[in-house]
């Protein structure tokens, strides 16, 4: 299984810049892709970033030019640079791994607890 740990949340001013990171730790074979996902009061669950294994990437287009994914595979962590923060921003960040556990076996799909992020006006 995977075990995600997602820190870099906090209070910062509109304008400023974030710096979030997902960790993945366990016991797994292979990890095929890591989203970011936030959620705000009120709104649904939305994708921000996704990155593959590959290295391709996605961005959602609210966040395009200003939030930026990056991996550190021997850390098995991944970034997400974020510049130019709004208050829009202001949302419960989740982290998403689809790993596989063994070679050719099944992807599952795993979640972070959430970091906070609020950006003031």
């Known amino acids: 299984q995977v075990q995600l740990v997602e820190s870099g949340g906090g209070l910062v001013e509109a304008g400023g810049s974030l710096r979030l990171s997902c960790a993945a730790s366990?016991?797994?074979?292979?990890?095929?892709?890591v989203g970011w996902y936030r959620q705000a009061p009120g709104k649904q669950r939305e994708s921000v970033a996704v990155i593959t294994s590959r290295g391709s990437t996605n961005y959602a287009d609210s966040v395009k030019g200003r939030f930026t994914l990056s991996r550190d595979n021997a850390k098995n962590t991944v970034y997400l640079q974020r510049d130019s923060l709004k208050p829009e921003d202001t949302a419960a960040y989740y982290c998403n791994v689809v790993a596989r556990l063994e070679r050719d076996g099944t992807l599952y799909d795993y979640w972070g607890q959430g970091t906070q992020v609020t950006v003031s006006s």
């Open positions: 366990g016991s797994f074979f292979s990890i095929a892709r």
